[in-house]
């Protein structure tokens, strides 16, 4: 791959967003590349958890690669729109939980790239904003959808009609990061919950996640009933034998993955 690195470290595999001269800027080759490894991911099996990073000191993603689309027609802008959200797509419904670990700029489509992970671990210097009003255009990856689903539509719309940059505690006040933390620490804080994580039962998490992405979009009674559903589904793993066990045992699970 050009535009990433890809590194698995135990079950954990570890995405660096890699094109720091342009500030990791999002180009159709670097999506197409993303979307590959993220098929080569969902199959993994050993792979438990997913980090997401950007590479270099500045920027997670700093948006959209602006060279790229400057010369765009109407048509190819939205092939690219449509590119990168059938990524996003795939990334928010990966059947592994993902973090994003945050340091520098996450701006447009880099803000979109977070928000499409499952948690946001940000570091003291990350910056977010939806700056795509200031170069004519609205955010196109996702943006105008899930900014408003994770803080609410009143502050989605003035971080998308205003376009200021916040900073981490901002986001963090707002609900668009989960945790920040200093930017020596980003890595080792975001490994270590991701450890946490595989910890636990992995089918339980998968469903966890496939429960929270799936329901979030039904009526409640909906959601519920499909809560139901996977509730009886996880009887069906040994998973789930091993972990009462443990717990009647007095002694530490040890989960199979099936
Ligand atoms: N695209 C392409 N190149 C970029 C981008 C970008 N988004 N951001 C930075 N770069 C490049 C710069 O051009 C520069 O390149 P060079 O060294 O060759 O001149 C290099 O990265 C370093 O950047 P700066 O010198 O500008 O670094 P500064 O520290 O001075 O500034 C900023 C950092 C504030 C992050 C600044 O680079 C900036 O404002 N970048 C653009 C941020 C932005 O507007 N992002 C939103 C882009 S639009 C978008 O994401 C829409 C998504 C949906 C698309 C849907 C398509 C249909």
Do not use: W
Request: aromatic letters at 6%; one cysteine or more; glycine letters at 10%.
């Amino acid at each position: 791959m050009e535009n990433l690195l890809y590194e698995k470290s135990d079950s954990i595999g570890i995405i660096t967003m890699n094109r720091p001269k342009a500030l990791n800027a999002l180009n159709a080759a670097t999506l197409r590349e993303l979307d590959s490894l993220l098929t080569a991911i969902a199959s993994d099996s050993a792979v438990k958890a997913v980090i997401i990073r950007g590479g270099g000191e500045k920027a997670f993603v700093a948006g959209a690669d602006i060279t790229e689309m400057q010369s765009m027609s109407a048509m190819e802008a939205r092939s690219f729109g449509k590119l990168g959200q059938m990524v996003f797509n795939k990334l928010e419904n990966l059947p592994q939980p993902v973090i994003a670990a945050i340091h520098g700029f996450a701006l447009g489509g880099g803000c979109e790239l977070a928000m499409a992970c499952d948690i946001r671990i940000a570091s003291e210097k990350a910056k977010f904003g939806q700056p795509e009003v200031m170069l004519g255009v609205t955010p196109g990856f996702g943006g105008t959808q899930r900014l408003p689903r994770l803080v609410g539509k009143g502050i989605a719309k003035e971080l998308l009609f205003v376009g200021d940059q916040i900073d981490a505690l901002e986001a963090y006040r707002l609900g668009l990061v989960n945790r920040v933390v200093p930017v020596a620490s980003l890595m080792e804080i975001a490994i270590a919950m991701a450890n946490k994580i595989v910890s636990h039962a992995p089918v339980a998490v998968q469903l966890c996640k496939a429960a929270v992405n799936e329901g979030m979009d039904m009526a409640l009674d909906s959601a519920t009933a499909y809560e139901a559903e996977i509730f009886g589904l996880c009887f069906a793993t040994i998973d789930q034998k091993e972990g009462m066990q443990a717990f009647v045992e007095k002694r530490k699970a040890n989960f199979a993955g099936k």
